[in-house]
């Protein structure tokens, strides 16, 4: 990571931006993560992450085995500028790709769909360590890929007539419950790293400056030069 071209981009910045990027960046986490699955309405898709820039979380998956991820820009409100967004497309089974990949980076994988011997979000134990929340498409919900590869249900308990709430609306009730409840529990290391935080800084400033390519080449020619 190249901290001094940080140092550079930074001071482009206005000071307000900058005081906004570290306040944000003290609070993303990546111990909790969104994976949303053949999600085809640009409106929920948008609506989610949303959510996931307003509750905290840096990444979001996508998976896109039938339905393309599409973002309806004035319901997003910018929020996909923020956040790292990784798809998953054109392979026999994408599924199953996210969850090897998500495993691998130690995550639990946690299906938000009623199932026997599911969890009521309450109930969730977020102590045990990081979760992937799956959330499936409008129609049918998750896959059987997601359900048999599953490591847990989880639930949100209703009291109504209505099956289910709408997939952006189960999303925001539990991001906001289970950030709230990790927020307030000091044994969950759930911030950045210092590299983490960097890398990401960078990439915003990258966005957010017009024209950031040339001040990157200026930068490399004034370090050529021994002048930085």
């Not at 990784?86 to 639990?108: F, H």
Request: charged share 30%.
């Amino acid at each position: 990571m190249d901290y001094q071209l940080i140092e550079y981009l930074t001071e482009c910045l206005t000071p307000e931006r900058k005081a906004l990027f570290e306040k944000v960046l003290e609070q993303r986490t990546r111990y909790l993560t969104v994976v949303l699955e053949d999600i085809f309405q640009p409106q929920n898709a948008s609506a989610v992450l949303r959510s996931v820039d307003c509750f905290g979380l840096q990444d979001l998956h996508v998976i896109e085995n039938r339905n393309e991820f599409t973002v309806d820009r004035e319901v997003a409100m910018g929020a996909s500028k923020w956040l790292t967004v990784k798809k998953y497309q054109g392979q026999e089974n994408n599924s199953l790709d996210a969850i090897q990949y998500l495993r691998q980076q130690g995550y639990r994988i946690v299906a938000t769909t009623p199932h026997d011997g599911d969890t009521n979000l309450e109930d969730f134990d977020l102590a045990k360590g990081k979760a992937a929340l799956f959330f499936g498409t409008e129609l049918t919900g998750i896959s059987d890929v997601v359900k048999q590869e599953a490591d847990e249900f989880l639930k949100i308990p209703m009291y109504g007539f209505t099956e289910s709430f709408n997939i952006s609306v189960s999303a925001a009730i539990i991001l906001h419950y289970l950030t709230y409840k990790m927020h307030g529990d000091s044994n969950i290391d759930w911030s950045l790293t210092d590299e983490e935080k960097a890398t990401i800084k960078l990439s915003w400033i990258k966005r957010t400056l017009k024209r950031s390519e040339l001040l990157e080449e200026r930068y490399n020619e004034l370090k050529k030069e021994g002048k930085l």
